[in-house]
């Protein structure tokens, strides 16, 4: 692919730096927040504390979760915002929370595909839709914080509009 020529090397690096770095972060932090609220919710629902190694595998669980979701959904859309000129934080965030409830949703889908007993009755399985759309409401959260920190440290409403850029710009 081209590169604008009017972009000096140094930035063009700096940018793809930045690029990288929010992929890797991002994901990261999403992670952490979406384990320590589940923590405190499932700790006060139990009213019981759980132990700290169960915190950190469902951390690092999440964590890649979040990190699969950033490259297969994220960047692609980065490079199409970026190319349409879509910069501003609101269009990332929301973006991110879309991708957050569509995701748990379909997750939810394929767990209860493969687990048919977990629905049975018209009364369950009213009640098991409220969880879907409540987990998928919950997971919402994480991702909007997720696309919100990558925003923050690639800031692509900084940047000159483009003429071609790399995939990684």
């Known amino acids: 692919m081209?590169?604008?020529?009017?972009?000096?090397?140094?930035?063009?690096?700096?940018?793809?730096?930045?690029?990288?770095?929010?992929?890797?972060?991002a994901p990261i932090a999403a992670g952490m927040f979406a384990t320590s609220a589940l923590y405190l919710i499932v700790s006060a629902a139990s009213q019981a504390w759980q132990p700290l190694t169960q915190l950190g595998m469902m951390c690092v669980g999440l964590s890649a979760i979040a990190l699969a979701l950033m490259i297969v959904f994220g960047w692609p859309f980065h490079a199409i915002a970026y190319r349409k000129r879509w910069t501003t934080a609101p269009t990332y965030i929301g973006a991110g929370a879309a991708l957050g409830f569509v995701a748990m949703g379909v997750l939810m889908a394929l767990y209860f595909q493969q687990n048919p007993g977990a629905v049975g009755e018209t009364e369950v399985a009213g009640f098991v839709i409220g969880i879907v759309i409540a987990l998928s409401l919950f997971a919402m959260l994480p991702c909007?914080?997720?696309?919100?920190?990558?925003?923050?440290?690639?800031?692509?409403?900084?940047?000159?509009?483009?003429?071609?850029?790399?995939?990684f710009d």
């Open 144 to 167: 909007t914080l997720m696309a919100w920190l990558f925003w923050l440290i690639r800031r692509p409403d900084r940047d000159p509009p483009p003429a071609a850029h790399f995939i």
């Open 2 to 25: 081209a590169v604008d020529a009017s972009t000096p090397p140094l930035v063009r690096v700096r940018r793809r730096w930045r690029t990288a770095i929010g992929l890797a972060l």
